[in-house]
């Protein structure tokens, strides 16, 4: 998904291969976004996404975690749900999709939430 990787490669500026929470904060405080995400929101998403655990996550967790998190959030049949335990999670993912400004081709923004 291109819009993913855009997202991923705005994040990592640096080209690391790889992004931190710091990056991810970085990213998102540095545009004119409203995601709501807080400090504790991005670590939360980052301990979800690193699924190797070495506090950094790479474009393969990066691409799982939002793909899973689409899936946790609108299910098979299509219809929105959502728990309190991952509204932090969703507003992370949500700051993560603006701060690479993630349209598709229609024009549409990518569903982040969970």
Do not use: C, W
Not at 38 to 51: G, S
Request: net charge negative; charged share 20%.
């Amino acid at each position: 998904d291109r819009a993913l990787h855009a997202a991923f490669s705005a994040i990592d500026s640096e080209g690391l291969g790889y992004i931190t929470q710091e990056a991810v904060s970085a990213t998102i405080g540095a545009s004119d976004i409203s995601s709501g995400a807080t400090e504790l929101d991005i670590r939360r998403a980052m301990d979800a996404a690193d699924a190797d655990g070495d506090g950094r996550v790479d474009i393969v967790e990066f691409l799982d975690f939002l793909k899973s998190a689409r899936l946790k959030h609108f299910g098979a049949g299509g219809a929105s749900s959502s728990s309190s335990s991952s509204e932090g999670m969703a507003a992370a993912a949500g700051g993560l999709a603006a701060a690479g400004g993630l349209d598709t081709a229609d024009g549409d923004a990518v569903p982040m939430p969970l």
